[in-house]
Structures are given as structure tokens and as C-alpha cells.
């Protein structure tokens, strides 16, 4: 084939390490007549035509399977022989290809022209030789047959693009995990449509198997570890999209879901805008299965997300800092989800710019999250201890179970089932991201087990190991506050035995397992691949900031957040807060940058620079929460965040397909500097948060209200009971308040000149955790 042909050229280039000075075309003209030979164009031996040879026969001649010899002709060993099958109407439609090509006609030079070619940036591992998707299947080949009376043009095929992944190493030779480390050439081919993937793969592999062989001990560089492994190319896999994607029975059944809900927003939001709004005018109390249906209004949750009134006493910082992290998530997110269509530096060129550690340690971001969830269950969950008592631990865990699930599930259902069909491309997966479309362990995302169950197979949306990791912290939660709130001495054990078993847990395996400090960064001694399934995704080695952030919610808690503290404690607070916060994110860049550290030194960065971020973090919280965050505090507290912080969540689930859709429909790899990933970030960002909005209209916001109506609020009076106001009025909508009265009760949040503000004293409890959203913590990177 033509594109093989090209790829001849560039392989005698690397292969001729000491070339001798020819003339200007002579080198040209001898690969000329190298690619005629190969087809079967010229005598192998003599250089002329065979006489009586037809076309046929010179195409099976180059491709096809002669025995045990070899394969055409080619010195292809027998015992490789499967891999360069290619059926027969293939081969007569790439014979008329490449005849059409000789005779420069333009059909057959667009086809050629589709085909991927030698870039620039080799050098730099630019690998993916992609050509021209659209160009090619808008090909149509037209084959002249003269005669003596008519002129009459066949079109026996149409332009078919496919990818080919060409290792240059046998890949049978190595090990699974040898496998991981090797790079592979992506190169993109326009072939007849009557050719399958097979067949291409066929092709390919017989046109490199002419590439002569060598071994790795001869090149230096990355290779170095594999010597004496031959040398050699061939088409490792070869993917044809299909031309029509037919709608299989999990599309039909998810579209099917999607237009119920659909269906069902229209009628709640025509019966709360038409009938309650205009006509009633909000004096109908809507009865049970009205309020129902009401869940699902679009008019009356997004004017719930959209409100940026914010209650007074609420931890109103945490807002800001859920915005930025999930931000941070997402700017970190662009780097790995759009990795395969990245051109332009290579990770050993950016490690060495200081900027970029804010990328390669983005993986703290998590951190900061299990630290606001620590905090929240810890502070919240204690406030209605003393206003009921023993809280009610099926309604405890119950919440916590239907506030994630069904829009993770309803997520998780659609994208999926539909994700194949929302684009193409050279980097399109036919059959989407999701290995056999989540059938082996997608259960395993139902019972937030996913991070133990199966860990050796490719994981169901690999990024929402967060939720599992925070659930499983949340199901032992008890075990620490609840001693906490009987005995600060028994309860202060409890959690120093937990922060003590995580962090010599952490250390324990990182030793054992050889890990390194970070996903980048390490020797050669060091397992990256045990990194993320035995340390990063387990809980027993994310606890730290778990139990950091419930260490203040507690003081928060206690001191009701009225704490005085002179100047001097609060500027060495910050100071040291923010010391330890840049050593965290910049402490490995010479780690990074040829100096990894000891096995022993890994070990104990793991166990404690996680602990450290969420102390950090939790200071700033104090600190805003208790009066002494200064201009932190205005800008983390700004009201026109709410909105934003309420989509959180489902900005989370949805934010890496929002990545990958974009990434993968690409049609050229995209050049990467600084610049572009800033420029690309805030596009992505706003899109990002569209579809969010979207998504908790559909599969948030209403079961929510769901909840709200199968669990009815208990009228009570709060005064009897407990001594205290009454509790303030909330919003239907089981995410936030949407109004609350004034109760006139002094708490501890100040304002900026430092005054003391009146807050609501807090409600029952699902209300309670309700109020701050604390699920909205979940994000991943």
C-alpha cells in the first residue's frame, strides 16, 4: 500500500546509520523501484513485468499467505503467517487502489493523501501520524472501463479510514506489565470499505515485515532495559469504525429513561409555571403526588440552583473552596483525559517548569475534599446530637446513600449506553471508553465497592473511586464523633488511634509495594503501577484529611466558633499553613527532575504529606469560620459562587466524559503549550457547568424533593423539646435552604468588620446535612 510505502522511507532512514552519498534522485528512484518490486510491478529478479501475471496474482503475491516459507514472497516467517490474512475482494479493491495511485488518478491520490504521513516532532514522541478522517470516507473510487462503443465508470468501493497501532517490538515477547511501558507508532490508513480490520491489519503487517530486523541492545535510549528483544514492526491492532452504528437494546433502553424524565419535567414544570404560578398563583397547597411531581420542576429547581442568597451562619468559606478545588480537578483532568491527542512537549520537558507542579501534584485537590466531608459529618452530625440526641443511624445512612446514587447510576446508565454514538474520528472509540460497557463490574459502583472488587480490571468510570473511598470513611464516621461527643478524652483516643493506624498503614505499604511519592517521579526500583490500586484508591490510606477535618469540625463545634486569638498565634497559623501547603505541592520537584527519592523517604511522604494538605486546609476553614480569614474570607464566601458549588456534584460525575467527548472527536492531535491548556481550561470549564446544570435538573434536583416528600418534616415544638427557638423554615428542595427566618439567636459568624451576625438555629437532622450540601465534596482527580 501506499501509506506502507511512505512508511519504507522513513524506516530506511533510521535503519542506514552510516549512509553513503548518492546523487539527488538516485536514492529516490531505488526506492521507487524497491515499492514496484514489492507489488509485484516488476520481477523480483530481473526488474521486468512478468509476463501473463495479472493483477490478482500480484496482489496475493504481496499480501497473502504462500505456505511455509513465507508470506508473499516477503521473507515473512510461516509462523506469523495469521497475521497478514487479508480476504480476497480486499485484495482485488487494494490492487485497484494502488493501480489508480501509479496512474495518478484522483481519487486514488486523495486516498493516498488521507493517509497518515511522516510529521514533525518525531523526536519528541510524536506518534500519532493521524492523516485526514473526512477526506477519506468521502472518497469514491471510479474505475474507467473503455471500450470500443462505451465509456462506462464503476465505483466498487468508498474510502474507509482505520487506525494502526505498530508497536516496533513484538509485543508476545514481553510481560503485561513490560506492555504498559511500551509506546506505540498510531498511524491512520484510508483503505477500501471492503476491507475489515483484519484485513488492514494484514496489509500493514506485510508491508513492514520488508523493514529489516535488529535488536534493542543496539539502540540506545528508552530501550535500553529490553536487549536483546528483536526488533521489529508490524500492525499490533487495527480498528475500522463501523460505517452506521445500529441502536443496540441498552441505547434503546437508556433513551427510553431519558425521555421518561424528560416527559415528566415537562408536565411538572407546565403544572408549577401554568397552573400554580399564574392561575393559583401560589395559594394551592399542592397535596402528596402533586409535590411529587413538583420534584421534578424545571422552573422551580433552577431558580433554586440559580439563587445566590446565601443564609446567614452557614460555613460560608467552604463554598469558595469548592469551587476552586473542583476547578483545579478539572484543570488537572485536561491533562489525562486529553492525553492521547496531546502533541507538543513531553512530560520530562514539562516536569522541569516549576508552574507545572500545580498540575503534576493536583492529586492533593482530592484531599481537600475528604477534609471538607470530615469536617461537615463531624460538625453537622454533632449539632443535632445536642439539639435530639441519638441521631437516627438508618436515616443516617439512608440520606447518604440516596443523595449520591441515583444521579451517579442515571450518569453512569447514560453514558455508558450512548457515549459511542456522540461523535467520530480518528480517535473516536467504536465501542466507547468503557471496557464491555460496564457488564463485569458495574455492580460494583452500586455498593461503593469498586475500589476493592475486581481492582484488576478496567473499572466502571475509574474516577468516581472517590465516592467509594469517602463512602466507606462516612459508614465508620460514627465510631469517631460519636465518642467525641461523650468524652472529648475518649473520643481524642479514638481518633488519634485512627490517625495513627492510617498513616503507619500508609507507610507500611508504601515500603512493601516499593511505591513511589507520586504518580510522576521515582526510581527505577519503584512500582507505579501498584500505586494507585494498593495506596491511592484505598481508605485506610486516605483517612488523614478525613480525620483532620473532623478534628475541627469538633473544635468548631465546641467553641461554637467563637475563638479569640491575638495577633501573633493567627499570623504564625497562616504563615506555617502556608509553608507546609507549598512544600506539599512543589516538595517533589527534584524528585521529578532526576533526583527521586529513597524507598524510605517515598514511604514516609506518603504517609504524611496528605494529612499535612488537609490540615492546611482546615486552618483556612477555622480561621474564615471563627473571624480571623481577612480578605480569604471575602473572596472564599463571595455569594456568586453558590450556584457553582451547588453543581459540584454532578460536575464531578460528568466532567471527565465532557473531556473525553471533546478530546476524542478531535481530527488532529492538539499542539500543547501553557497558553492553549489555559485558553482550552476556561472553555471547558464553562461547558463543564452547562452540562451540570443540565444534569441536576434531570437527575439531582428531583430526588432530592423526592426525599423530602417520602420523608415529611415532623411538626414539633422545638422550644419544648429542646429549650431553643424554633428551628428556621427550609426550602422544599433537600439541597439548600431556599429562605429562613431570623430566629434573633447570636452564633459565631462574623462579618467583615468583624461584628458578630445572627443565624437559624440548625433543624432536624436530614435538614442538617442537607444545609451545607456536604455531599457535594465528591470529587475526584
Known amino acids: 500500500m501506499a501509506t506502507v510505502f511512505f512508511l519504507l522511507i522513513v524506516c530506511s532512514v533510521f535503519h542506514n546509520s552510516t549512509p553513503t552519498p548518492t ?52 521473507g515473512v516467517k510461516a509462523n506469523y503467517s495469521d497475521r497478514y490474512r487479508v480476504s480476497e475482494r480486499c485484495m482485488n479493491h487494494t490492487e485497484m487502489y494502488i493501480s489508480g495511485l501509479l496512474g495518478m488518478q484522483n481519487w486514488a491520490m486523495r486516498m493516498f493523501d488521507a493517509g497518515g504521513k511522516l510529521p514533525s516532532e518525531v523526536m519528541r514522541k510524536n506518534i500519532n501520524w493521524m492523516g485526514s478522517y473526512d477526506e477519506c470516507l468521502d472518497v469514491v473510487a471510479a474505475i474507467v472501463h473503455n471500450s470500443t462503443d462505451t465509456t462506462t465508470v464503476e465505483n466498487p468501493f468508498r474510502g474507509r479510514y482505520c487506525t494502526v497501532s505498530i508497536p516496533f517490538i513484538d509485543l508476545e515477547v514481553l510481560t503485561p506489565e513490560e506492555q504498559l511501558g511500551m509506546v506505540s507508532l498510531t498511524l491512520g490508513v484510508c483503505v477500501p470499505n471492503s476491507c ?112 445566590t442568597k446565601s443564609p446567614p451562619g452557614n460555613l460560608s468559606c467552604l463554598n469558595g473552596i469548592r469551587f476552586l478545588s473542583m476547578t483545579w480537578v478539572l484543570y488537572g483532568h485536561l491533562y489525562s483525559f486529553a492525553e492521547i491527542i496531546m502533541q507538543g512537549a513531553i512530560a520530562k520537558e514539562l516536569i522541569k517548569d516549576v508552574t507545572y507542579q500545580v498540575v503534576a501534584n493536583a492529586l492533593v485537590s482530592v484531599d481537600t475534599f475528604f477534609a471538607l466531608s470530615g469536617l461537615l459529618v463531624t460538625y453537622l452530625s454533632l449539632k443535632e446530637m445536642k439539639r435530639g440526641g441519638m441521631l437516627n443511624m438508618g436515616m443516617f445512612y439512608f440520606h447518604r446513600f440516596w443523595r449520591l446514587t441515583p444521579p451517579f447510576m442515571l450518569v453512569m446508565m447514560v453514558y455508558v449506553a450512548l457515549f459511542r454514538y456522540w461523535g467520530d474520528g480518528p480517535f473516536w472509540p467504536d465501542k466507547g471508553l468503557e471496557s464491555n460497557y460496564c457488564e463485569d463490574n458495574w455492580w460494583t459502583n452500586l455498593i461503593y465497592l469498586g475500589n476493592f472488587i475486581k481492582t484488576d480490571k478496567q473499572q466502571c468510570m475509574a474516577w468516581v473511586w472517590y465516592l467509594m473511598t469517602d463512602m466507606q470513611m462516612y459508614v465508620v464516621s460514627p465510631l469517631i464523633f460519636i465518642p467525641l461527643f461523650y468524652s472529648k478524652w475518649f473520643g481524642g483516643i479514638v481518633t488519634m488511634t485512627f490517625l495513627l493506624g492510617t498513616t503507619i498503614a500508609t507507610g507500611v505499604i508504601s515500603k512493601v509495594n516499593h511505591l513511589p511519592p507520586s504518580l510522576i517521579g521515582g526510581d527505577e526500583t519503584q512500582d507505579m503501577a501498584s500505586y494507585f490500586i494498593d495506596y491511592y484508591i484505598k481508605p485506610y490510606c486516605r483517612m488523614g484529611p478525613y480525620l483532620m477535618g473532623m478534628i475541627t469540625g469538633y473544635f468548631l463545634y465546641k467553641t461554637e466558633c467563637k475563638v479569640k486569638m491575638n495577633k501573633a498565634v493567627v499570623v504564625f497559623g497562616w504563615l506555617v499553613s502556608t ?29 504524611v504529606h496528605r494529612t499535612v494538605w488537609g490540615g492546611c486546609v482546615c486552618w483556612v476553614i477555622f480561621a474564615c469560620s471563627t473571624g480571623y480569614g481577612g480578605p480569604v474570607n471575602t473572596i472564599l464566601s463571595w455569594n456568586a459562587l453558590l450556584p457553582l458549588t451547588r453543581l459540584t456534584y454532578t460536575m464531578y460525575l460528568i466532567h471527565p466524559i465532557v473531556i473525553s467527548w471533546w478530546a476524542l472527536r478531535q481530527r488532529q492531535t492538539f499542539y500543547h503549550t501553557t497558553e492553549n491548556m489555559i485558553y482550552l481550561f476556561f472553555g471547558t470549564l464553562i461547558i463543564c457547568y452547562a452540562a451540570a446544570f443540565v444534569v441536576s435538573l434531570a437527575f439531582e434536583s428531583p430526588f432530592m424533593a423526592l426525599e423530602k416528600v417520602i420523608f415529611p418534616k415532623k411538626k414539633r415544638n422545638a422550644q419544648t423539646e429542646t429549650g431553643t427557638e424554633p428551628p428556621a423554615k427550609l426550602h422544599e428542595n433537600g439541597v439548600y435552604f431556599h429562605s429562613l427566618t431570623d430566629t434573633g439567636k447570636e452564633n459565631n459568624s462574623f462579618s467583615m468588620s468583624g461584628e458578630k451576625q445572627p443565624i437559624a438555629e440548625v433543624p432536624n437532622y436530614v435538614e442538617v446535612f442537607e444545609k451545607y450540601s456536604y455531599e457535594d465534596t465528591n470529587i475526584k482527580i
Open 579 to 607: 509553608f507546609c501547603a507549598l512544600a506539599v505541592l512543589y516538595g517533589l520537584y527534584d524528585a521529578m527532575n532526576g533526583h527521586p527519592l529513597t524507598e524510605n523517604v517515598s514511604a514516609l511522604f506518603n504517609a
Open 23 to 74: 546523487p539527488k534522485y538516485q536514492r529516490w528512484n531505488e526506492l521507487i523501484e524497491k515499492y514496484q518490486q514489492w507489488t509485484g510491478f516488476h520481477d523480483h529478479s530481473k526488474g521486468g513485468s512478468i509476463p501473463g501475471d495479472d493483477s490478482k496474482s500480484r496482489v496475493r503475491r504481496a499480501f497473502g499467505p504462500s505456505g511455509a516459507s513465507g508470506v508473499g514472497g516477503l
Open 196 to 307: 475489515s480490520s483484519s484485513d488492514v491489519k494484514g496489509l500493514i503487517s506485510s508491508g513492514l515485515s520488508v523493514i529489516p530486523s535488529g535488536t534493542f541492545s543496539s539502540i540506545a535510549g528508552p530501550m535500553d532495559s529490553f536487549p536483546g528483544i528483536p526488533l521489529t514492526a508490524y500492525a499490533y491492532k487495527a480498528v475500522c469504525p463501523a460505517e452506521e452504528k445500529e441502536w443496540d437494546d441498552r441505547a434503546i433502553a437508556s433513551m427510553t429513561v431519558v425521555g421518561l424524565f424528560m416527559v415528566v419535567m415537562l408536565f411538572a414544570t407546565a403544572y408549577d409555571y401554568i397552573y400554580l404560578q399564574i392561575f393559583n398563583e401560589g395559594q394551592l397547597k399542592p397535596g402528596r403526588l402533586a409535590q411529587a411531581l413538583l420534584s421534578f420542576s424545571v422552573y422551580t429547581n433552577g431558580a433554586k440552583i440559580l439563587n
